[in-house]
């Protein structure tokens, strides 16, 4: 018996590059990544080398006894490739587990420097993962719940139009809204929002907006948690979500994208003035915990690989300019169609907002139908090809969803 039934009868039984095969030998164009974290494409050579070369020669041991030297090296990449000091990594294995650990890494703080703190802020539409603690940060239909929360969340709603979200007017509105909810209530100990709201609807956030919530959170004391989950490693055209802002968080939570989705793999980084309040407490505290699994040599030496391959393979900049060119396609296309509300995106993330989910439903399954896997939830249709997309692909891309798009009548 399978965990959780599957969405649709879909069987894929083999991926390569864009594209993957199901049961019945039908090859699809991958509109999605696989779970969004195949942003190498399937199955890419050098990452099936590196992991198997790891395997033979060390596959994991306990993090907690000893070091090894892939995560040790994939602790250092990241804080070269995060800004400010941003330094001190915990690896895991999802990024639920992220999630969770950024809030204890943060909690941790307000206990450590004697000033205990533990009302979070986040966006309604925020989704941060699915374990018991990450689900209480988000207000999606899919992660609401029943029992009783550990800790006291604030969800800020967006307002209704995601285009009017996109303008100056549109970031006015929600930093006056995140303004508010700090200043209501005890000190909040964090913000955690996504750079964008990836499972939210690929909600896109305007200019301005995490510059200005990094000032509040400046005004608050409060620390600013950034889910990179979804956007980080290239997603949206920058290596991370919040280099659109060029901001300085205080934590970074990261998983999909890191180990290009050959193996489970995430990190949390916190900024080095944030570990230095676990030294010399009398009693040792903190996070003195870790998973069996977490910082796995092989997962770690694939993440090494995938820095490599994002570098060398320009996919940071093919990701904006693909994702430019297939925004632009769409717009054209079917931008002013009246069963389509909006037509958005950031890189590789692009949205298809419909008129109500039973036309998304038709579009993402008239895709399928014509070789092309997308997403759909509620009214939005979700596109997020590998980031090693070629021209040619995009275009077909854009031509099956013209294609599904037409079936709406
Ligand atoms: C922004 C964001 N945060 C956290 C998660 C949870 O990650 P995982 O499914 O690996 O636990 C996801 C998953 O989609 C995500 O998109």
Redesign the pocket.
Known sequence: MPVSEPASTLHIVEAKGSRVRDAEGTWYLDGISGV?NASCGHGHPRLVEAATQQMQRLAHYDPMAASHEPAQTLAARLAELLPGDLGETFLLN??????EAALKICWQYWHNIGEPRDRVVTFEAG????TAL?QELSGLPFTVNEWKDRFPVNQVATPESPRALRTAEGAETLLARFSQTLENGTPAAAVVV?PLL??GGCLVLPDGFLAGLRQLCDRHGTLLIL?E??CGFGRTGRMFGFDHAEITPDIV?M??GLSGGLIPL?AVTARSAIKETFRNLSVPQGLRYGHTTGGHAVASTVANTVLDIIAEEKLVENSAVQGAGILDGLKAAFGEHPRIADVRGLGLVIAIEADGPESAGVIAAEAVRGGLLVRDERSVVRIAPPLTITTDEAMELVDKLCAAVSHLN
Do not use: P, Q, R
């Open positions: 969004l999802s990024g639920s587990e992220g999630t989704y941060h993962g699915s990450a996504e990836g499972l889910d989950v979804f939570i998983s999909k995430a």
